[in-house]
T-cell receptor
Framework: AQSVTQPDIHITVSEGASLELRCNYSYGATPYLFWYVQSPGQGLQLLLKYFSGDTLVQGIKGFEAEFKRSQSSFNLRKPSVHWSDAAEYFCAVGLNTGGFKTIFGAGTRLFVKA | EADIYQTPRYLVIGTGKKITLECSQTMGHDKMYWYQQDPGMELHLIHYSYGVNSTEKGDLSSESTVSRIRTEHFPLTLESARPSHTSQYLC????????????FGEGSWLTVV
């Protein structure tokens, strides 16, 4: 069955440190891949997406993600975290299985300590 | 980015009341969705629509109903609210291009007392 796994329920990072949030998917083909961010009390904002081509994609707010087909992963990274990055991050995959379907991961809560 | 507007943003109502959460988008997207999300929890798809007069139930069973009479409008209605309906409701829409990118509104927080 298709699935999206975000192994870390929450992560704490010091301000200025680098960040990597993990995302793994289970699907027979290469899906469309997305990362969203949700600040408290808000909706989800699209950070970046990967459809094809260069496996390293740049997004907004200084985020990037790398697609690794061999590992079925699409990890989100940021070289230097700011306190305002504290939020919930959701990985999602888009699947074309006759009808289109988007599956969201359970999310990773990012805490930033001063 | 799509512009998706949800009203009200916050609502506190009594048990048994009927409520409608409004959702409008200005991008002309054919596909629209409603997700339910408890605080700090994952998203659950409760309704979706692929176009006018098309509505389907999502993965999570919900007592709410939806309608799609106009492309830009996708309201959600609860005929008789209960405390178990307390949650955040997120409206979204997606383009019909490659990848079906989903865009979200700001959400409607519903508290039933």
């Amino acid at each position: 069955a298709q699935s999206v796994t975000q192994p870390d329920i929450h992560i704490t990072v010091s301000e200025g440190a680098s960040l990597e949030l993990r995302c793994n998917y289970s699907y027979g083909a290469t899906p469309y891949l997305f990362w969203y961010v949700q600040s408290p009390g808000q909706g989800l904002q699209l950070l970046l997406k990967y459809f094809s081509g260069d496996t390293l994609v740049q997004g907004i707010k200084g985020f990037e993600a790398e697609f690794k087909r061999s590992q079925s992963s699409f990890n989100l990274r940021k070289p230097s975290v700011h306190w305002s990055d504290a939020a919930e991050y959701f990985c999602a995959v888009g699947l074309n299985t006759g009808g289109f379907k988007t599956i969201f991961g359970a999310g990773t809560r990012l805490f930033v300590k001063a | 980015e799509a512009d998706i507007y949800q009203t009200p943003r916050y609502l506190v109502i009594g048990t048994g009341k009927k409520i409608t959460l409004e959702c409008s988008q200005t991008m002309g997207h054919d596909k629209m969705y409603w997700y339910q999300q408890d605080p700090g929890m994952e998203l659950h798809l409760i309704h979706y629509s692929y176009g006018v007069n098309s509505t389907e139930k999502g993965d999570l069973s919900s007592e709410s109903t939806v309608s799609r009479i106009r492309t830009e409008h996708f309201p959600l209605t609860l005929e008789s609210a209960r405390p178990s309906h307390t949650s955040q409701y997120l409206c979204a829409s997606s383009d019909s291009g490659r990848g079906n990118t989903i865009y979200f509104g700001e959400g409607s927080w519903l508290t039933v007392v």
